[in-house]
């Protein structure tokens, strides 16, 4: 790569930009749609929880990746579970190791916080996001289908 990546928690001021990343995240996956006023509305509800944190990746000076982190509490495990809410990189990041770094961090900072298990939901469509996921060392479950309930 021929600038460095940093990844780092997000800041307040840009959000807003933040959200077009969830735009290209939301365009794969089949359940949402882009929404710039709920979205943004959504990081600051994270960005303001003690139990959340969102990563960016910095290229440039540029944000160019966001990975969404939430502590769930788990009773199977008896510990806090941490939640990947969202990984999304620009286009032309993908495929050079940045999604790898966020999740390292992820796993970092969902581990200083006591949590012993990772999770995600991916949908099932997004071939290429499985295929990532697992080479890294994530396994599919088949413990339950993901139903919701809006309100």
Excluded at 54 to 59: G, M, Q, R
Excluded at 106 to 131: F, I, S, V, Y
């Amino acid at each position: 790569m021929p600038e460095e990546v940093t990844i780092r928690p997000a800041r307040p001021g840009e959000l807003p930009e933040l959200s077009t990343l969830l735009d290209l995240l939301f365009e794969i996956e089949q359940d949402f749609k882009p929404d710039t006023a709920r979205q943004v509305a959504g990081l600051k509800l994270m960005l303001d929880s003690p139990l959340a944190e969102l990563l960016v990746a910095e290229l440039g000076g540029r944000p160019i990746g966001l990975c969404g982190l939430q502590l769930l509490v788990s009773t199977a495990q008896g510990a806090y579970s941490c939640h990947v809410e969202d990984l999304v990189l620009a286009p032309e990041c993908r495929g050079r190791g940045i999604g790898r770094l966020l999740l390292e961090a992820a796993a970092e900072w969902a581990h200083r916080r006591g949590a012993t298990r990772m999770q995600l939901n991916c949908d099932d469509k997004n071939l290429p996001a499985m295929k990532f996921y697992e080479s890294l060392g994530w396994r599919k479950t088949h413990l339950f289908n993901y139903f919701k309930l809006d309100f």
